[in-house]
Structures are given as C-alpha cells and as structure tokens.
T-cell receptor, first 113, second 114 residues
Framework: GDSVTQMEGPVTLSEEAFLTINCTYT??????LFWYVQYPGEGLQLLLK?????DKGSNKGFEATYRKETTSFHLEKGSVQVSDSAVYFC????????????FGAGTRLFVKA | EPEVTQTPSHQVTQMGQEVILRCVPI?????FYWYRQILGQKVEFLVS????????KSEIFDDQFSVERPDGSNFTLKIRSTKLEDSAMYFC????????????FGDGTRLSIL
C-alpha cells in the first residue's frame, strides 16, 4: 500500500549546519509530494511541495527535489537556524478516492545556538 | 491568506460522553478531511468528505465516528461515546479542486478523555 518512510529523529544540529532529512515513498502512479512542518504547540504548515518528477520545491531556504527513479523527496537546508527547530513531516497525496494525505512518522529537529 | 480554523483548541471530556469538534474550512475548498495525531506519533488519516458524502475512511473511523457539513461553512467530527484512546490532537484540513492541490490544515483540537 501507499506509504512514506522518513529518517528517524531526533536530529540535533548546531546553528548554520547543513540539514538533510531523508524521505522515500511508495505510491500508485506519480503523487504530489509535500513537506509539512509542525512547530511546538502548533498545527501543520505546508513547507514546500513538488507535483511532478524533477520538480524542486523550495521555501524559507529549504529545498526538496522529486526523484521518481529513487522514489525520494529528501529535505535539505544549507544553514539551519534555532527557529527551524520543529517536527518535519514528509507526505504524499493519494491519487485515488478522496486524495488523502499520507504522512511519514515525522523527524524532530533540534537546532542549538 | 485564508486559513482553516478549528474550535475548540482544547476539549476535555469524560469517557463515554459525546464530543463534537468543529472546523471551518477555506471557503472555496471542496474536499474536507479529518486526521488525528496521538501524542508523539504520526498523523493518521481518518476520513475524507466531498460532495456531501464520505469519499474515503480509514479503519480508525468506526461506527463511533461521524462527520457532517451542516451548513455551507462548518465541517464537524462527532465521536459518540469517547474512549481513553481517543485522546489525541485532531486536525481538520481542506483542499481545492485539482489533484495537485495541497491540503491546508487547521491548528488542531487537543482532545483529552478522562
């Protein structure tokens, strides 16, 4: 069945370090891919998206490229800030039925000053 | 930017009681969803709703759950007889037409069952 697998956390980095959070998916066809972010005590915010192969989604210095050949959508940021501390969820939209979103387990990121 | 709003932000209920969680989706959206997130766990799909009917539901969404769009703006999730394991954060989401549209989520309602 459709699923999303992302690297386990927590990930702890120092400010200005490079971030990679790995994400792979299984799905029927070619779903749209998303990264959502959840700051402490808040809801889910869409961080970026990509809708077809080789698309690069980007926002707030974060990037992720839709890799069809490896069914991956890894999240990267060149220089993290303390304010980036949050839980990051990789997700894809089902192509069938009600187009539900299927989430990975989430990766908690801690950034130290 | 329009957003999805949920009320209340926190609901405390005795086990066995009925609870209704309320959501106001983005006004021109056509697809509506409920998800839940048990503390520290992943976000799980509950149900999707389109054209005034359920389009898909998960195994979590049993007979104790129901959804309704009673008017043109609200979308509600009812749990008829709450259990301890229903304690979770419940997120409402909506999306517009088109298969590539992302879902927009509300800030959630934290449901605590005592």
């Amino acid at each position: 069945g459709d699923s999303v697998t992302q690297m386990e956390g927590p990930v702890t980095l120092s400010e200005e370090a490079f971030l990679t959070i790995n994400c792979t998916y299984t799905a029927t066809g070619y779903p749209s891919l998303f990264w959502y972010v959840q700051y402490p005590g808040e809801g889910l915010q869409l961080l970026l998206k990509a809708t077809k192969a080789d698309d690069k989604g980007s926002n707030k210095g974060f990037e992720a490229t839709y890799r069809k050949e490896t069914t991956s959508f890894h999240l990267e940021k060149g220089s993290v800030q303390v304010s980036d501390s949050a839980v990051y969820f990789c997700a894809h939209a089902s192509n069938t039925g009600g187009f539900k979103t299927i989430f990975g387990a989430g990766t908690r990121l801690f950034v130290k000053a | 930017e329009p957003e999805v709003t949920q009320t209340p932000s926190h609901q405390v209920t005795q086990m066995g009681q009925e609870v209704i969680l309320r959501c106001v989706p983005i006004s021109n959206h056509l697809y509506f969803y409920w998800y839940r997130q048990i503390l520290g766990q992943k976000v799980e799909f509950l149900v999707s709703f389109y054209n005034n009917e359920i389009s898909e539901k998960s195994e979590i969404f049993d007979d104790q759950f129901s959804v309704e769009r009673p008017d043109g703006s609200n979308f509600t999730l009812k749990i008829r007889s709450t259990k301890l394991e229903d304690s979770a954060m419940y997120f409402c989401a909506s999306r517009g037409e088109g298969s590539n549209q992302p879902q927009h989520f509300g800030d959630g309602t934290r449901l605590s069952i005592l």
